[in-house]
T-cell receptor, first 115, second 115 residues
């Protein structure tokens, strides 16, 4: 079984400050990990993914995420938040050892960046 | 987002109606997915098609009937729905079996309201 936890329903940060959106996962094998962002009345947009190799993954719009195997975490980060980053963020996992196509998503974290 | 399109964007239907949701992908992918996104619930995977064959069906009620006539098109046929089926229905596609991590790309969704 695979699962994802996003412990914060909402994260508030001031514009220009660094932001972190937390994600922990559980898989029986090795994970593929993803971050998606959803703006109001839109579908999910792919931000970045971890496959293997470097634990720090860089993605779109200045976002990055750090894979930590011992803590089974994949937190999303950005050094300097923008008001336009305000959106709903989803972490997702797929167990690459099972052959299943399915992604399991977290419940989402709403990021609010204040001017 | 234009890589995966969905029509209609909004749909209101009565419980006795029959309607269909359409998804088209222009990315050359060979796997397609239907997800349901309800308020305050994680995304729920409904169906997965790989090479036009249904490979996953996550205990979805029979009032939802998927169809994948070719690798570019995916339909979700709806009949005798219930008010609790009101949600955002998201379609996604990916390049399965190519050594890719199966990164899924999403359409904008169809907002369905069942009266």
């Amino acid at each position: 079984a695979q699962s994802v936890a996003q412990p914060e329903d909402q994260v508030n940060v001031a514009e220009g400050n660094p932001l972190t959106v937390k994600c922990t996962y559980s898989v029986s094998g090795n994970p593929y990990l993803f971050w998606y962002v959803q703006y109001p009345n839109r579908g999910l947009q792919f931000l970045l993914k971890y496959i293997t190799g470097d634990n720090l993954v860089k993605g779109s719009y200045g976002f990055e995420a750090e894979f930590n195997k011992s803590q089974t975490s994949f937190h999303l980060k950005k050094p300097s938040a923008l008001v336009s980053d305000s959106a709903l963020y989803f972490c997702a996992v797929r167990d690459r050892d099972t052959g299943r196509r399915a992604l399991t998503f977290g419940s989402g974290t709403r990021l609010q960046v204040q001017p | 987002e234009t890589g995966v399109t969905q029509t209609p964007r909004h749909l209101v239907m009565g419980m006795t109606n029959k309607k269909s949701l359409k998804c088209e992908q222009h990315l050359g992918h060979n796997a397609m997915y239907w997800y349901k996104q309800s308020a305050k619930k994680p995304l729920e995977l409904m169906f997965v098609y790989s090479l036009e064959e249904r490979v996953e069906n996550n205990s979805v009620p029979s009032r939802f009937s998927p169809e994948c006539p070719n690798s570019s098109h995916l339909f979700l046929h709806l009949h005798t729905l219930q008010p609790e089926d009101s949600a955002l229905y998201l379609c996604a596609s990916s390049a399965a079996g190519t050594g890719d991590t199966d990164t899924q790309y999403f359409g904008p969704g169809t907002r369905l309201t069942v009266l």
